[in-house]
């Protein structure tokens, strides 16, 4: 066994561990102001934006037809027929629970038949994951719902 593998109780170990210290804002204006800004609040994220983001991505992949439920998707067609077709589209089958930066996100959706069920909300939750973390939060959950699967002759 070589000199650097056995344990010597009369050397200290040193171990390091990265830390976060937060910056000590100056006292006075400046340039070192802009620094330390970042240090000077909060942000907070709420979940109507994530559902965008979230509902964003979740349409973006190939084999989602609609976001949505039986009864979000009736309403949406109605609003459609009144000319308010762009009302609650956004966020529409996508629900967020923000904590901080930790997210919950649950997307409901319908599919196109033919599709394989796994591949599709695999990449729902690979897209929507990408999305929300790309802004600097934490996705904790990503659930998925297929409502519906749409065939050919219905579209």
Known sequence: ????????ADRTQ?????AAVL???PQSG????????????TTKFDSEV?????????????????LGGDVARFFNAVLDKVGLDKVGDATR?????????????????????????????????TRV????????LCVTSVDVKVDDILFREQA
């Open 30 to 41: 400046g340039a070192q102001v802009v620094e330390v800004a970042a240090y000077r609040g």
């Open 93 to 125: 089958g996508v629900s967020a629970r923000v904590d901080g930066t930790d997210v919950a996100v649950t997307v409901v959706l319908v599919i196109a038949a033919g599709e394989v069920v796994s591949d599709v909300t695999a990449e729902v939750r």
């Open 23 to 25: 910056a000590v804002p």
């Open 129 to 136: 994951i990408e999305a929300v973390e790309h802004y600097g």
């Open 1 to 8: 066994m070589s000199d650097e593998a056995e344990f010597h």
């Open 50 to 66: 994530v559902e965008k983001l979230a509902g964003a991505a979740a349409r973006s992949v190939p084999g989602v037809v609609e």
């Open 14 to 18: 040193e171990m390091f561990l990265p």
